[in-house]
Structure formats: structure tokens, C-alpha cells
């Protein structure tokens, strides 16, 4: 037997499911903005600049003055 498109027990399954969905999603992408906030906040105190330099030295420095 082939349900209709109108079956509202389908709709309330396909309804439930989009919920669960949309919190799921939420859920991720605030994990992420912390997990992204954290590793800043970790950059920031180690000093770590954005482009890859990890010696923890000052961002004005050159390499004659790590010498």
C-alpha cells in the first residue's frame, strides 16, 4: 500500500525528524564556534600568530634578533 502525500502521520514523522535536524546542526556549529573560540584564546596566550609562526617570540622581531 502506498501512503499519500497528505498522510499526516508521514508529515508528523518528516516534521519531528527536520526538528531533531535543525537542533543537531545548532548543537554542532555551537561546538565548533567554542572549539574556534578556545583555539584563539590559545593563540593569543601562547603567542602564536595566525600565520604560523610558533616561536612564541615577539611579532615585530626578525630573524637577525632570534640570531
Given at each position: 500500500m502506498t501512503a499519500s502525500r497528505n498522510d499526516p502521520a508521514r508529515e508528523a514523522r518528516l516534521k519531528a525528524a527536520l526538528k531533531a535536524n535543525i537542533a543537531r546542526r545548532k548543537s554542532q556549529a555551537r561546538a565548533r564556534?567554542?572549539?574556534?573560540?578556545?583555539?584563539?584564546?590559545?593563540?593569543?596566550?601562547?603567542?602564536?600568530?595566525?600565520?604560523?609562526?610558533?616561536?612564541?617570540?615577539?611579532?615585530?622581531?626578525?630573524?637577525?634578533?632570534?640570531?
Open positions: 564556534a567554542q572549539s574556534d573560540d578556545a583555539d584563539e584564546a590559545s593563540e593569543q596566550t601562547n603567542g602564536v600568530r595566525e600565520t604560523g609562526d610558533s616561536t612564541g617570540g615577539p611579532e615585530t622581531s626578525s630573524r637577525e634578533d632570534r640570531a
